[in-house]
């Protein structure tokens, strides 16, 4: 029976894996479909400014009659700056999407691995069933539902553990963005009281490192954001994404104005930011909070099992 009992709970956590990326690869496939539509409303968005840029730069009798009443410079300047900003729009919805569909990939790889895990499940279950059966007494039909409630147990610990690696992974991503943000912040301040051209420059460079940790830091949180939906914590976690036009600003214009709107800009992503690890710390004190139950229950479940073990073997 203990080699029946350890074949069985191998396979009802190949089971339980199982299900879980199925759920998982539906919620990512929708995602996907979402993302994947918002890049192609993007493109169109983008290759439309591009138009208008090349349209104007040709210096064809549409883009003279375009210009008769504007000046010519100004509303070129203003095209490529919507362009440009329309290009990082593009390229930051389309490296997500493409994220997506690399973790819709890897779920369903897995799920192709453990393609025959219910059917030795079900087998392994019947086997078990049989020889209880035919040890009857009350102790076997005890003994079978504490060991169901065991494994219900434990695969409830193993979904917070995943929870919970998922949401550190997220936390430490979103200290680093912070990090960057504040020196930028730090940077912006001196930029907007004559720190010159360097300061700028290592001002953007911030802005370009925070916005490169939210791509890795926006997978780890949606990664979380699928564990938690599988330990029946559903969530909305505060949105976290950088404005790109922040990185171009300083380069179209260099007055005070635009100084402080690339500042705001960025102390509200700050604050956004901020406020997203506060709420990651809150649901990471959760789970700990549901480890210690299902702690306690497993140990209860053990207590209970050995003392129907020591104390009632006259009923087998």
Do not use: C
């Amino acid at each position: 029976m203990d080699e029946l009992n350890r074949r069985l709970a191998a396979a009802a956590e190949r089971q339980a894996r199982k299900e879980k990326l199925e759920r998982q690869a539906a919620r990512v496939e929708e995602e996907y479909r979402s993302a994947a539509a918002r890049v192609r409303e993007l493109k169109r968005q983008l290759e439309k400014e591009q138009r208008d840029v090349e349209q104007l730069e040709s210096g064809s009798l549409g883009s003279l009659l375009a210009t008769l009443f504007t000046d010519r410079t100004e509303r070129l300047d203003r095209e490529r700056r919507e362009a440009a900003e329309a290009l990082v729009r593009y390229e930051e919805a389309r490296r997500w999407a493409e994220q997506l569909r690399a973790d819709l990939e890897a779920i369903r790889a897995e799920v192709a691995e453990l393609s025959g895990a219910e059917e030795e499940y079900r087998s392994l279950l019947a086997e078990k069933e049989r020889r209880i059966r035919q040890a009857q007494g009350p102790a076997a039909d005890r003994l079978l539902a504490l060991e169901a409630e065991e494994a219900q147990a434990r695969g409830r610990a193993r979904e917070i553990a995943e929870a919970r690696a998922a949401g550190t992974a997220a936390r430490s991503g979103l200290g680093r963005v912070l990090e960057q943000l504040q020196s930028a912040e730090g940077w912006g301040a001196w930029d907007m009281f004559g720190g010159g051209w360097f300061s700028t420059m290592v001002k953007h460079s911030r802005i370009d490192a925070a916005e490169a940790e939210l791509q890795m830091v926006r997978h780890d949180l949606d990664v979380f954001r699928r564990e938690l939906a599988d330990v029946g914590a559903v969530v909305n976690l505060p949105s976290v994404d950088l404005d790109g036009f922040t990185r171009f600003a300083d380069y179209f214009f260099d007055n005070f104005f635009v100084d402080w709107m690339v500042q705001s800009k960025i102390g509200e992503a700050r604050r956004r930011v901020e406020e997203a690890r506060r709420q990651v710390d809150r649901l990471l004190e959760w789970l700990d909070g549901e480890e210690r139950r299902v702690h306690e229950a497993l140990e209860e479940i053990r207590r209970r099992r050995e003392q129907l073990l020591t104390g009632h073997t006259e009923d087998w």
